[in-house]
């Protein structure tokens, strides 16, 4: 395989002490954010830029990639034993995980949790070794009217597929729309939307609304739904699940390996969606469907795959071509940004110290979450009992000060708080983030990818149906935009057809008629 020798070599960047002790660092620390109900991976990373702005480039990709597929097995643990998902891609689990945990089985939950996470995520590792070269080389043929395709399907993937309300989705990824024409026009050098403020010429910096929104908003919003008490958790014991047990979730493991790497590299999907689908499949696929949620093992075992599976292969398209597929990737974008590296076709080739490096860190980052995430079960359900109230102002205050020390601005710190206030009314009103960070990110990229296209084409727009890849990824735009209106259609016709029923009652009728006659 032509991806293993690379590969070695990646296992030589992470064994370098530095990068081994953050890998370890970055996956402690996403098992703890897991463990936390409200803040989540995204608002993590987001908070920690500015810390890894004086890392080697490698380190913090490491630590940050760490604290993303470490937050989806720490999720897991207040799921079983509190029936508090302590992040959104651990929803699901809390249906049969707390309900093993009620028959005294949480110690079978979190091992075949912890055993299904890490075969999941393995799996995913190499699928990521050895499809990411491949879709670089495809990736080479990509021109500014791919792009402006590929960036366009994006953004309505992220607003229609996401998780919640599409129209709130929609008017999400609008606003990050319109957030992403502020500053100088690329092209002509005009100002938008500033003001006559000199401080957004340049635009709003990527790390205040990420910041903010993620950050401080999720702060204010997890004060405000704080739980005055904490339900006490279920005892662990007999970790390591029966063979019966094995044998009963093998397939669901399988299936939510695949299923979670296809999720995880389309735009809109991720952990979350993952999770979700697989525990809708298993259950579909159930002979005796009515044991989900009353702790069958496979309702545990297949979204906790998936959500692993997908956290490693939303790294594709980032890595490959620049383009984030969740909200945390968009965030990880913002950290290569400043370390001064462009995700793209040519970071397999340019950087590979940085791409293998990254991708071997994986597999020992999920050998330590194996060894790790039992043995410290009791030590963060006790951090779940310290105050909302001590532990937001002291985030809150490394938020502001993380963004004042990369610029030295007051400005940034205003901008955060601006986010905040908007991050949290998103929240509260049932609005998803997401999609407006992932929109503001692919923006960008749009409009000059759009703009360069019109150029290349002289004004005809027809030129994008000219290139194979940007017709096909149009076509796939038209069917994805077209979809719910011709679902609403086809439910619509279906109701006005007659139905069977009063047919066979009117023929019924008839029979009754005659027979009186």
């Known amino acids: 395989m032509d991806f293993l020798d690379p590969m070695i070599n990646g296992f030589g960047v992470v064994a370098q002490p530095t990068n081994l002790l953050y890998c370890f660092v970055g996956v402690t620390i996403?098992?703890?954010?897991?463990?936390?109900?409200?803040?989540?991976?995204?608002?993590?990373?987001?908070?920690?830029?500015?810390?890894?702005?004086?890392?080697?480039?490698?380190?913090?990709?490491?630590?940050?990639?760490?604290?993303?597929?470490?937050?989806?097995?720490?999720?897991?643990?207040?799921?079983?034993?509190?029936?508090?998902?302590?992040?959104?891609?651990?929803?699901?689990?809390?249906?049969?995980?707390?309900?093993?945990?009620?028959?005294?089985?949480?110690?079978?939950?979190?091992?075949?949790?912890?055993?299904?996470?890490?075969?999941?995520?393995?799996?995913?590792?190499?699928?990521?070794?050895?499809?990411?070269?491949?879709?670089?080389?495809?990736?080479?043929?990509?021109?500014?009217?791919?792009?402006?395709?590929?960036?366009?399907?994006?953004?309505?993937?992220?607003?229609?597929?996401?998780?919640?309300?599409?129209?709130?989705?929609?008017?999400?990824?609008?606003?990050?729309?319109?957030?992403?024409?502020?500053?100088?026009?690329?092209?002509?050098?005009?100002?938008?939307?500033?003001?006559?403020?000199?401080?957004?010429?340049?635009?709003?910096?990527?790390?205040?609304?990420?910041?903010?929104v993620f950050g401080l908003g999720e702060i204010i919003y997890n004060i405000e739904q704080r739980h005055n008490k904490v339900s006490a958790p279920a005892k662990v014991a007999n970790v390591w699940p029966s063979r019966k047990d094995l044998k009963q979730a093998s397939g669901a493991i399988g299936r939510g390996s695949v299923l979670g790497f296809a999720l995880g590299v389309l735009p809109g999907g991720g952990a979350t969606l993952s999770s979700m689908v697989a525990y809708s499949i298993e259950k579909r696929r159930a002979k005796e469907?009515?044991?989900?949620?009353?702790?069958?093992?496979?309702?545990?075992?297949?979204?906790?795959?998936?959500?692993n599976a997908a956290a490693t292969s939303s790294f594709i398209p980032l890595l490959t071509l620049g383009i984030p597929a969740n909200a945390t990737m968009a965030i990880m974008l913002g950290a290569l940004l400043i370390q001064g590296i462009t995700p793209g076709p040519q970071l397999v080739s340019d950087q590979p110290d940085l791409f293998w490096g990254v991708i071997s860190s994986m597999f020992i980052g999920n050998i330590l979450l194996l060894i790790m995430s039992i043995p410290l079960v009791g030590i963060f359900v006790k951090i779940l009992r310290v105050r909302e109230g001590i532990l937001a102002p002291i985030t809150a205050l490394i938020t502001l000060l993380g963004v004042y020390t990369i610029n030295n601005s007051t400005f940034d710190m205003m901008l955060v708080i601006i986010f905040g206030v908007l991050g949290y009314l998103m929240k509260k009103f049932g609005f998803d983030a997401g999609p407006?960070?992932?929109?503001?990110?692919?923006?960008?990229?749009?409009?000059?990818?759009?703009?360069?296209?019109?150029?290349?084409?002289?004004?005809?727009?027809?030129?994008?149906?000219?290139?194979?890849?940007?017709?096909?990824?149009?076509?796939?735009?038209?069917?994805?935009?077209?979809?719910?209106?011709?679902?609403?259609?086809?439910?619509?016709?279906?109701?006005?057809?007659?139905?069977?029923p009063n047919k066979v009652t009117e023929n019924g009728r008839e029979a009754q008629a005659t027979k009186d006659d």
């Open 30 to 212: 996403g098992m703890l954010i897991g463990v936390l109900p409200g803040l989540g991976p995204t608002a993590t990373i987001a908070i920690l830029l500015p810390l890894s702005y004086g890392m080697e480039p490698v380190t913090a990709i490491i630590m940050l990639a760490g604290i993303y597929y470490g937050a989806q097995y720490g999720g897991t643990i207040t799921s079983v034993l509190l029936r508090l998902p302590g992040e959104a891609s651990t929803v699901v689990t809390v249906f049969d995980g707390y309900a093993l945990a009620k028959q005294g089985k949480a110690g079978t939950a979190l091992g075949i949790s912890a055993i299904g996470s890490f075969i999941g995520g393995t799996l995913a590792i190499f699928g990521l070794a050895l499809f990411a070269p491949i879709v670089a080389g495809y990736a080479l043929d990509f021109g500014p009217p791919e792009y402006a395709a590929m960036t366009a399907l994006g953004v309505l993937l992220v607003a229609t597929v996401g998780n919640g309300h599409k129209l709130k989705s929609v008017i999400a990824a609008t606003v990050g729309l319109l957030l992403a024409t502020v500053g100088r026009d690329i092209f002509t050098g005009t100002p938008r939307f500033t003001f006559g403020n000199l401080a957004l010429m340049e635009g709003i910096g990527f790390i205040a609304i990420a910041m903010g």
């Open 436 to 500: 407006l960070v992932l929109a503001y990110v692919l923006g960008g990229l749009l409009e000059s990818s759009f703009r360069q296209s019109m150029r290349i084409f002289d004004g005809d727009a027809t030129g994008f149906l000219t290139r194979p890849i940007s017709a096909t990824l149009i076509a796939m735009f038209l069917v994805v935009a077209l979809l719910p209106v011709i679902q609403k259609l086809w439910k619509h016709r279906r109701h006005q057809l007659p139905h069977e």
């Open 289 to 307: 469907p009515e044991r989900f949620g009353r702790g069958a093992i496979e309702g545990v075992a297949g979204p906790e795959t998936a959500n």
